[in-house]
């Protein structure tokens, strides 16, 4: 592939995708609801099939972030191995997705797993219009430290659960 105009688009369309990104979990681990939720279009989806709930819509996802912001203090959100795909105004992506949470006796690895994404292009910037989050070990979530630690976001996101949940 030469570097040719629509290679150097779809570059820069990407650097602007992993900036997005970035503002997201900045976002999510430090506020406010609205910036989180203004990584999505108006009627994004962010889901966790693996945990059974599904968030729709700039309100609910600005309901959720406040239960996130109010049930896992000192959360760390690091997105790496972010692959992406670009095709004219719309865009898939992936990438690993491991969260870190910050309590009095140490520095916890909370979660591992990964997102799948898709992008569109909304004349001004790029956006999130379905996030799906995957947990490789999700009952992790329910034991030990981090199953204390990770009750109240239990609680709340059960409000959002799906009839597929597990």
Same mark, same amino acid.
């Given at each position: 592939?030469?570097?040719?105009?629509?290679?150097?688009?779809?570059?820069?369309?990407?650097?602007?995708?992993?900036?997005?990104?970035?503002?997201?979990?900045? %976002? &999510?681990?430090?506020?406010? $609801?609205?910036?989180? /939720?203004?990584?999505?279009?108006?009627? #994004?989806?962010? @889901?966790?099939?693996?945990?059974?709930?599904?968030?729709?819509?700039?309100?609910?996802?600005?309901?959720?972030?406040?239960?996130?912001?109010?049930?896992?203090?000192?959360?760390?959100?690091?997105?790496?191995?972010?692959?992406?795909?670009?095709?004219?105004?719309?865009?898939?992506?992936?990438? %690993? &997705?491991?969260?870190?949470? $910050?309590?009095?006796? /140490?520095?916890?690895?909370?979660?591992? #797993?990964?997102? @799948?994404?898709?992008?569109?292009?909304?004349?001004?910037?790029?956006?999130?219009?379905?996030?799906?989050?995957?947990?490789?070990?999700?009952?992790?979530?329910?034991?030990?430290?981090?199953?204390?630690?990770?009750?109240?976001?239990?609680?709340?996101?059960?409000?959002?659960?799906?009839?597929? %949940?597990?």
């Amino acid at each position: 592939m030469g570097r040719d105009n629509a290679f150097l688009d779809a570059a820069a369309d990407r650097v602007m995708i992993k900036d997005l990104l970035g503002r997201y979990a900045w %976002a &999510l681990d430090h506020g406010p $609801a609205a910036a989180w /939720a203004g990584a999505f279009t108006p009627d #994004g989806i962010f @889901e966790a099939p693996n945990l059974g709930f599904r968030v729709a819509g700039r309100a609910k996802l600005i309901e959720f972030a406040n239960d996130v912001y109010r049930t896992m203090p000192n959360a760390h959100h690091l997105m790496t191995n972010i692959v992406i795909d670009v095709s004219g105004d719309e865009a898939s992506g992936r990438c %690993a &997705l491991n969260v870190f949470v $910050a309590l009095p006796d /140490a520095v916890y690895a909370a979660l591992q #797993g990964w997102y @799948e994404d898709d992008y569109v292009f909304d004349g001004v910037q790029w956006r999130i219009r379905h996030r799906r989050a995957y947990l490789v070990e999700p009952q992790a979530m329910g034991m030990g430290k981090m199953g204390e630690y990770f009750r109240g976001f239990s609680v709340a996101a059960a409000k959002y659960a799906t009839s597929a %949940a597990p």
